[in-house]
């Protein structure tokens, strides 16, 4: 089992940015797709991003895409999503999760399919 860790929230300005990151511990992420979510008060559940095992295959939410950057490090332990341009409609608690795949490109784009959670990290940014 892997345990999942966000960091790197806070309080920021439109305009600003922030990294994000997702460590597991337990066990590296090697054999994982990651992805982040976010939920909003009142909203659903929404995914903003995804990495394959592979590190190249990636995923945005298409309002995400230009602004967001998911990436892995080499020992592929920690996840990080890179945000930038942030605007108030990004603030929400963001989630990072896994699920084990054999698939090396593979990216999961439903949260049911994602087996293990962190608690999340709160991002408000303000206008």
């Known amino acids: 089992q892997v345990q999942l860790a966000e960091s790197g929230g806070g309080l920021v300005q439109a305009g600003d940015s922030l990294r994000l990151s997702c460590a597991a511990s337990?066990?590296?992420?090697?054999?994982?797709?990651v992805g982040w979510f976010r939920q909003a008060p009142g909203k659903e559940r929404e995914l903003v991003a995804a990495?394959?095992?592979?590190?190249?295959?990636?995923y945005y939410a298409d309002s995400m895409k230009a602004r967001f950057t998911i990436s892995r490090d080499n020992t592929k332990t920690t996840i990080y999503l890179q945000m930038n341009s942030l605007k108030p409609e990004d603030t929400a608690v963001y989630y990072c999760?896994?699920?084990?795949?054999?698939?090396?490109?593979?990216?999961?784009?439903?949260?049911?399919?994602?087996?293990?959670w962190g608690q999340g990290t709160q991002v408000t940014v303000s206008s």
């Open positions: 999760a896994a699920e084990r795949t054999m698939g090396w490109n593979y990216i999961p784009t439903l949260g049911k399919e994602y087996d293990y």
């Open positions: 337990g066990r590296t992420l090697s054999s994982y797709a």
């Open positions: 990495i394959a095992r592979s590190g190249a295959d990636t």
